[in-house]
């Protein structure tokens, strides 16, 4: 299968070495993770000892070089394959670490990457205010200029690492600004003053991912720690968007192929009127359709993968990408669930699991609502244009 999906030699290799590290440091202790509510920070240590963190950083800041996207999709796809969703590593290392490339100067590259890739440093972005979701317009933490520092003032919500994160990235409003978009991104760092973390939440699903409230009264950030140009941090932020919805997306589909698997040899087995459920006519069409349907949201994944690759993903794309894959993840675990009676409501029955964790995903990186939305107003754009043209 990989070979079919252009995977390279050493990413084959990648691959199984990654395959081998989870099944060894990580799946062995998610049950210990989920009861304690956080993933232990040696987790990513250890991930960052065998250069399975952050891969795209330059050999000089302790990364392979290497900024080929399907070295993430593999770390995603495998850590759904394991089961080990809720270690979340590709938020410390593809949806919050390329900032400080993208954005970021050599001197703040120089004092944040390497304890990145190693594993020692771990990352969190906080956007999200308990009134500022997807619409960040709506944005109440500000920050103001004093010269030599910006003073933080503001609280965010439902932040992903938000226990865990040693550096935290912020956006907040620019204080005096005339534009509602006027944001700058400010890099606070564990133990600063004012800086504050209020509860771990809890959660329906994913109860291992840590997912805090963080608060700031009065925080001295230092202009050494501002992320690029103050007033654009809004357009920052939307540049990392269509990356993250792929993100998102390779891990619905990965979650759903690995939802069919349970599924599939749960049916095998499970015995109905005396014979396998498997044998059923219901059965073989709805797992029929569901085959079908996960494969095709894979072709269109890899597909979004190879055009980042070039540099040529849409926000349009990654919209497309994001809903169909949360969407068709989301039935097939609902059928899964269906297909495994009762037991797909018992907590023991990893279907069942897998269900409560998957919900997040049709509203995280943006609600399957406002993928419709965002491709809607694409279709009736100027610029609109059919394959047929």
Not at 181 to 198: C, S, T, Y
Not at 243 to 252: D, H, N, T, W, Y
């Amino acid at each position: 299968m990989s070979a079919m999906r252009n995977f390279t030699e050493d990413q084959i290799m990648f691959r199984d070495a990654y395959r081998k590290f989870l099944a060894s440091e990580i799946a062995p202790h998610m049950e210990d993770w989920r009861e304690a509510g956080i993933v232990d920070r040696s987790a990513f240590k250890k991930a960052g000892d065998l250069g399975f963190l952050m891969i795209w950083p330059d050999e000089k800041y302790g990364g392979m070089g290497d900024t080929d996207f399907r070295y993430e999709q593999i770390i995603i796809e495998e850590t759904a394959r394991a089961g080990c969703k809720q270690f979340y590593n590709t938020l410390h290392s593809r949806l919050v670490g390329p900032y400080f490339q993208r954005f970021g100067t050599e001197e703040q590259r120089q004092r944040f990457l390497p304890k990145c890739v190693s594993g020692e440093t771990i990352l969190a972005i906080a956007m999200t205010e308990p009134g500022a979701g997807s619409d960040l317009a709506g944005m109440r933490t500000s920050a103001e200029d004093k010269g030599d520092h910006f003073l933080l003032n503001g609280s965010k919500t439902y932040i992903s690492n938000g226990i865990n994160a040693d550096v935290v990235i912020v956006a907040a409003k620019l204080a005096g600004a005339d534009k509602k978009h006027a944001m700058v991104l400010l890099i606070v760092e564990r133990g600063m003053e004012g800086f504050e973390r209020g509860r771990n939440l809890k959660k329906m699903g994913m109860p291992a991912q840590d997912t805090a409230e963080l608060f700031f009264k009065d925080v001295k950030v230092p202009k050494a720690n501002v992320l690029g140009e103050p007033g654009k941090g809004f357009y920052y932020l939307m540049e990392g968007l269509a990356e993250e919805r792929l993100i998102s997306a390779v891990g619905c589909a990965a979650n759903a192929r690995k939802a069919f698997d349970i599924t599939r040899e749960y049916v095998m087995q499970r015995q109905l009127f005396g014979q396998p459920l498997s044998d059923q006519q219901n059965t073989q069409f709805r797992m029929a359709e569901m085959d079908t349907e996960i494969e095709l949201a894979q072709v269109y994944i890899d597909h979004c993968v190879t055009e980042h690759n070039q540099g040529r993903l849409t926000s349009n794309m990654g919209a497309k990408a994001k809903m169909v894959a949360s969407e068709v993840e989301w039935k097939m675990l609902d059928l899964g669930v269906q297909l495994h009676g009762g037991a797909g409501f018992m907590d023991e029955y990893p279907i069942s699991r897998m269900f409560s964790d998957a919900r997040i995903n049709r509203i995280l990186a943006g609600s399957s609502e406002v993928m419709r939305l965002i491709i809607g107003r694409d279709v009736f754009s100027q610029k609109y244009q059919s394959l047929f043209d």
